[in-house]
């Protein structure tokens, strides 16, 4: 069964540092996204991109954060200058039709393992 | 903006016993998903609906939209130990972006 795998599953970082979060989203699905979780606490969204730009963010994807597709199939997540609270988990999510779509299960969206990333 | 709420925050049942977690929208949603995340792993879809009143079931879950489009549960019935993890509600206005619940961390003790 075809799943989505994000790399590494741990960085560890220094305060200042920047970050690279790799994903790769299921092949034949277009619309990609970044989530992130707190240990212990709720999924929040922080991007949607679709055809090669981003088509919503949340307030948390500031301008220290970007995302980039640079093949047919990696997406990154980029993280400029890391702060502690950044220490999260990041999941990256693909699905086949985009969250505009209400069709039943079209937009279900797949999960990657997640990269768990700790700023010292 | 959208705000997205479930109860209860934790639930302990015993083995057999039936589950329910509820989630309310503090706006009108255009549908709505529900997750399930084992511990230490990553949300897993288990399912979108979409219309009013809407009532799916997948086996022994149960899950509803209601009336007025702001509010959903999810019932499992006669709960086993593979049912352990934290069950997320994602709601969506229209045109937005999914919102997450907090989630309900359900235990089941053998």
């Known amino acids: 069964e075809p799943e989505v795998t994000q790399t590494p599953s741990h960085q560890v970082t220094q305060m200042g540092q920047e970050v690279i979060l790799r994903c790769v989203p299921i092949?034949?699905?277009?619309?990609f996204y970044w989530y992130r979780q707190i240990l212990g606490q709720k999924v929040e969204f922080l991007v949607s991109?679709?055809?090669?730009?981003?088509?919503?963010k949340s307030e948390i994807f500031d301008d220290q954060f970007s995302v980039e597709r640079p093949d047919g199939s990696n997406f990154t997540l980029k993280i400029r200058s890391t702060k502690l609270e950044d220490s999260a988990m990041y999941f990256c999510?693909?699905?086949?039709?985009?969250?505009?779509?209400?069709?039943?299960?079209?937009?279900?969206?797949?999960f990657g393992p997640g990269t768990r990333l700790t700023v010292l | 903006g959208q705000q997205v709420m479930q109860i209860p925050q934790y639930q302990h049942v015993q083995e057999g016993e039936d589950f329910t977690t509820y989630c309310n929208s503090s706006?009108?949603?255009?549908?709505i998903q529900w997750y399930k995340q084992r511990p230490g792993g990553h949300p897993v879809f288990l399912i979108q609906?979409?219309?009013?009143?809407e009532v799916k079931k997948q086996k022994r879950l149960t899950f509803q939209f209601g009336e007025a489009k702001k509010n959903s549960s999810l019932h499992i019935t006669a709960t086993q130990t593979t049912d352990v993890g934290t069950y997320f509600c994602?709601?969506?206005?229209?045109?937005?972006?999914?919102?997450f619940g907090p989630g309900t961390r359900l235990s089941v003790l053998p």
């Open positions: 999510a693909s699905s086949a039709s985009g969250l505009a779509g209400s069709s039943d299960g079209y937009n279900e969206q797949f």
């Open positions: 092949s034949n699905h277009l619309y």
């Open positions: 991109f679709y055809n090669n730009e981003i088509s919503e």
């Open positions: 706006t009108t949603l255009s549908n």
């Open positions: 609906l979409v219309k009013s009143g």
């Open positions: 994602a709601g969506r206005e229209y045109g937005q972006n999914f919102v």
